[in-house]
């Protein structure tokens, strides 16, 4: 499967932004999706995950609350929306997907380009 990520960008601390990544391939509806982020000199982290059909969506606990993880079948997409956005949320944020629930959380098999959010204090 092929992921391209859009619609970072710049906002104002409190803020927020929808970040969606579109995939390729017949078997989309079949993986679980997620979003992981990396800043500069740190390893890239877990952000969020939805499993193949929509039903458990998982999150980390920095976020939890915040942003919410959605998915859409039909178009092949997933979403995220980020509200109450931090500085501490500034980084290039990256699609995932993998066959594995656990997998798309730790080590997923898959990644989109990465798409660069900057949130200003």
């Known amino acids: 499967v092929q992921l391209q990520a859009s619609g970072g960008g710049l906002v104002q601390a409190g803020g927020s932004l929808r970040l969606s990544c579109a995939a390729s391939g017949r078997t989309f509806s079949s993986y679980n999706l997620g979003w992981f982020r990396q800043t500069p000199g740190k390893e890239r982290e877990f952000v969020a995950a939805?499993?193949?059909?929509?039903?458990?969506?998982y999150y980390a606990g920095s976020v939890k609350g915040r942003f919410t993880i959605s998915r859409d079948n039909a178009k092949n997409t997933v979403s995220l929306q980020m509200n109450s956005l931090k500085p501490e949320d500034t980084a290039v944020y990256y699609c995932?997907?993998?066959?594995?629930?656990?997998?798309?959380?730790?080590?997923?098999?898959?990644w989109g380009q990465g798409t660069l959010v900057t949130v200003s204090s």
């Open positions: 939805i499993s193949w059909s929509g039903s458990s969506t």
């Open positions: 995932v997907a993998d066959s594995n629930i656990v997998a798309v959380r730790t080590k997923p098999d898959y």
